[in-house]
């Protein structure tokens, strides 16, 4: 409820004021918005006379009616000022001082907004150039891209052009080979063994066939080094998931391919096998267990003997003993290759596996 007190005249008098007792307007007016209130107020007010404006000037609205409430400006003098809680709406005549009041709050607040709009792009000029400090130190360097950006091989395909491939080396043995070494090779063999055959050829080598083993042909894709591979398999340990066997094999190594003598394709096709995860998946490391040149049926050649281990769920076996013998058969393009695996602590087959050496023949 609006509290009593002195108010402009609702009338539109001008520098005139009228009491308002909280429920109606008194008859007295006064000029004076401190003086004390009316002996008693109430009635409607007599007619006000015309004011006296000029012949341009707005008419004011007279006030009529029951009880209005008053203008929301207590008992001070106008002002300019928004109405609020508590505030009842203003008399008719005060409309341009309501304008006026709008007109004020709508400058203030577009003056807020362009400040704000200002502010904001001159904050966001300021932390563009940051960000774009930060985004050229966070660039790699010329130096970073050139250490830690993989280079793919771009050797030839022709298994005669060693040119341009790029060497891996083998986490293993430390030794370089390249694409065109471990995968250039033609390992299907040319004849399938006869049945019945007794001996086996490739590469210009043959061996006899061991006790327990067969020719299988379907073994020597796994060879990717060699040519002409002629397997022979024993299979040592089978399961559901994943199997083991034991492999005689005898091919060519072609000296294009980057092979150059007996000890460095020797090295390399080790290696090649290691790194193999068709002959050797769940590899874990390999252990040389002897080296060194030996003679084939009167040809220099050079043999290397090491463990290739793994670590499969699905099998007990821990890897191989794997032997490969690199023949210098007097080609200009071909060394002749021999290799043996046999399963790690099968001693009896390990045996076999060494006396297996003297009966390689250069055909």
Same mark, same amino acid.
């Given at each position: 409820? @609006?509290?009593?007190?002195?108010?402009?005249?609702?009338?539109?008098?001008?520098?005139?004021?009228?009491?308002?007792?909280?429920?109606?307007?008194?008859? #007295?007016?006064?000029?004076?918005?401190?003086?004390?209130?009316?002996?008693?107020? *109430?009635?409607?007010?007599?007619?006000?006379?015309?004011?006296?404006?000029?012949?341009?000037?707005?008419?004011?609205?007279?006030?009529?009616?029951?009880?209005?409430?008053?203008?929301?400006?207590?008992?001070?003098?106008?002002?300019?000022?928004?109405?609020?809680?508590?505030?009842?709406?203003?008399?008719?005549?005060?409309?341009?001082?309501?304008?006026?009041?709008?007109?004020?709050?709508?400058?203030?607040?577009?003056?807020?907004?362009?400040?704000?709009?200002?502010?904001?792009?001159?904050?966001?000029?300021?932390?563009?150039?940051?960000?774009?400090?930060?985004?050229?130190?966070?660039?790699?360097?010329?130096?970073?891209?050139?250490?830690?950006?993989? @280079?793919?091989?771009?050797?030839?395909?022709?298994? @005669?052009?060693? @040119? *341009?491939?790029?060497?891996? #080396?083998?986490?293993?043995?430390?030794?370089?080979?390249?694409?065109?070494?471990?995968?250039?090779?033609?390992?299907?063999?040319?004849?399938?063994?006869?049945?019945?055959?007794?001996?086996?050829?490739?590469?210009?080598?043959?061996?006899?066939?061991?006790?327990?083993?067969? +020719?299988?042909?379907?073994?020597?894709?796994?060879?990717?080094?060699?040519?002409?591979?002629?397997?022979?398999?024993?299979?040592?340990?089978?399961?559901?998931?994943?199997?083991?066997?034991?492999?005689?094999?005898?091919? *060519?190594?072609?000296?294009?391919?980057?092979?150059?003598?007996? #000890?460095?394709? +020797?090295?390399?096709?080790?290696?090649?096998?290691?790194?193999?995860?068709?002959?050797?998946?769940?590899?874990?490391?390999?252990?040389?267990?002897?080296?060194?040149?030996?003679?084939?049926?009167?040809?220099?050649?050079?043999?290397?003997?090491?463990?290739?281990?793994?670590?499969?769920?699905?099998?007990?076996?821990?890897? !191989?003993?794997?032997?490969?013998?690199?023949? !210098?058969?007097?080609?200009?393009?071909?060394?002749?290759?021999?290799?043996?695996?046999?399963?790690?602590?099968?001693?009896?087959?390990?045996?076999?596996?060494?006396?297996?050496?003297?009966?390689?023949?250069?055909?």
């Amino acid at each position: 409820m @609006t509290q009593a007190g002195w108010y402009p005249d609702p009338a539109g008098q001008p520098q005139t004021f009228r009491y308002w007792d909280g429920s109606s307007w008194s008859q #007295e007016t006064t000029s004076n918005p401190y003086a004390p209130p009316p002996a008693a107020a *109430g009635g409607p007010p007599p007619p006000p006379p015309p004011p006296a404006a000029p012949p341009s000037q707005q008419p004011q609205t007279v006030f009529s009616g029951g009880p209005t409430p008053p203008s929301p400006y207590g008992q001070l003098p106008p002002q300019p000022q928004a109405f609020g809680a508590g505030y009842p709406p203003s008399p008719a005549g005060s409309s341009r001082g309501s304008a006026l009041t709008i007109l004020l709050v709508v400058a203030a607040v577009l003056a807020l907004v362009g400040l704000s709009v200002g502010g904001f792009f001159g904050y966001r000029a300021f932390t563009d150039d940051d960000d774009s400090d930060a985004d050229a130190s966070e660039q790699p360097s010329a130096t970073d891209s050139a250490t830690t950006e993989p @280079t793919e091989p771009t050797g030839s395909t022709d298994p @005669t052009d060693t @040119t *341009g491939t790029s060497p891996t #080396e083998s986490a293993s043995t430390g030794v370089e080979t390249t694409e065109q070494q471990c995968a250039g090779g033609r390992p299907q063999p040319s004849n399938e063994p006869p049945a019945g055959a007794q001996r086996v050829t490739g590469g210009g080598l043959s061996i006899p066939i061991p006790d327990g083993y067969t +020719a299988d042909i379907s073994y020597a894709e796994q060879f990717t080094f060699a040519d002409d591979f002629t397997p022979l398999q024993k299979v040592i340990e089978q399961t559901d998931q994943s199997g083991w066997v034991s492999i005689y094999g005898v091919g *060519g190594l072609s000296k294009g391919n980057g092979f150059t003598d007996p #000890e460095q394709a +020797a090295e390399v096709v080790m290696s090649c096998m290691a790194q193999s995860t068709d002959l050797y998946a769940f590899f874990t490391g390999r252990e040389d267990l002897s080296s060194g040149e030996i003679t084939i049926d009167g040809n220099e050649a050079y043999q290397i003997t090491a463990e290739l281990r793994v670590d499969n769920p699905d099998l007990t076996v821990e890897g !191989d003993v794997a032997q490969v013998i690199v023949v !210098d058969m007097g080609d200009a393009e071909t060394f002749g290759l021999y290799i043996t695996v046999v399963p790690i602590g099968d001693q009896a087959l390990i045996d076999q596996q060494e006396a297996a050496v003297g009966q390689i023949r250069a055909d």
